[in-house]
């Protein structure tokens, strides 16, 4: 008798506690899974005080220190960004205040010379027409150096970069505008096959185009040869 029902209790002991080792050792499977999906907030509770429950609760640990880190890039990502935006308005800022300070000090004052000038000859039209038309003169010269201010004042707000396309592509747009608004005979040799970094064509384009900008503001060119 003793043994039959020591058998039983032991069956019936082996098989329970079976059951709850596939239960708890399926919950930690769960656990880990869910740490694959990215949810690093699940957890699991044992009351057994064994080695199951000891991984649990290491397991635990590992959910917090993964969230905290998911929590820390997050933070770092929106700082970055926040950063990228202030950046972005600090250059748009200075950008305006260059354009602005350019403005003010060549086209500005020459439109007013303009005016006054303009207004000189208008009162010697009647009493001395030759100073009237000397004057008038100067005015068309001024004027037309106020335009090629503008001209290059408006080559400074076009985009400083290529958007992606090849260096020479980006050149050849930027003269075929620049013949547009101007009377300079521009003659560009500049192999198509050149090799060169992304990095390195943005820079080399910006160099062309501050370039040309400063040939319209002050070398009074009729030919320009631009040569890569």
């Given at each position: 008798v003793y043994v039959v029902v020591g058998l039983i209790v032991a069956l019936y002991t082996g098989f329970t506690t079976r059951g709850n080792l596939k239960t708890r050792l399926d919950t930690l499977s769960v656990l880990i899974t869910q740490f694959a999906n990215g949810n690093y907030q699940s957890s699991v509770h044992f009351e057994e005080k064994d080695e199951i429950t000891r991984i649990g609760n290491e397991l635990n640990e590992l959910g917090k220190k993964l969230l905290d880190q998911v929590k820390s890039l997050q933070r770092m990502a929106d700082e970055k960004a926040e950063l990228a935006k202030t950046a972005h308005k600090s250059a748009v800022i200075e950008e305006r205040q260059r354009l602005a300070r350019d403005l003010h000090d060549a086209v500005s004052q020459q439109l007013f010379a303009l005016t006054m000038m303009s207004e000189a000859a208008v009162k010697q039209l009647q009493t001395?027409?030759?100073?009237?038309?000397?004057?008038?003169?100067?005015?068309?010269?001024?004027?037309?150096?106020?335009?090629?201010?503008?001209?290059?004042?408006?080559?400074?707000?076009?985009?400083?970069?290529?958007?992606?396309?090849?260096?020479?592509?980006?050149?050849?747009?930027?003269?075929?505008?620049?013949?547009?608004?101007?009377?300079?005979?521009?003659?560009?040799?500049?192999?198509?096959?050149?090799?060169?970094?992304?990095?390195?064509?943005?820079?080399?384009?910006?160099?062309?185009?501050?370039?040309?900008?400063?040939?319209?503001?002050?070398?009074?060119?009729?030919?320009?040869?631009?040569t890569i």
């Open positions: 001395n027409p030759r100073l009237a038309m000397e004057q008038m003169e100067e005015v068309a010269a001024m004027a037309l150096q106020a335009q090629t201010e503008m001209r290059a004042l408006l080559l400074h707000l076009r985009p400083v970069h290529l958007s992606g396309e090849p260096l020479h592509k980006g050149v050849k747009k930027l003269v075929d505008e620049l013949k547009l608004r101007s009377s300079i005979d521009f003659r560009v040799e500049l192999e198509e096959n050149l090799h060169l970094s992304e990095t390195t064509e943005e820079h080399v384009f910006r160099i062309i185009q501050e370039a040309f900008s400063n040939i319209l503001r002050h070398a009074n060119a009729s030919v320009v040869h631009l």
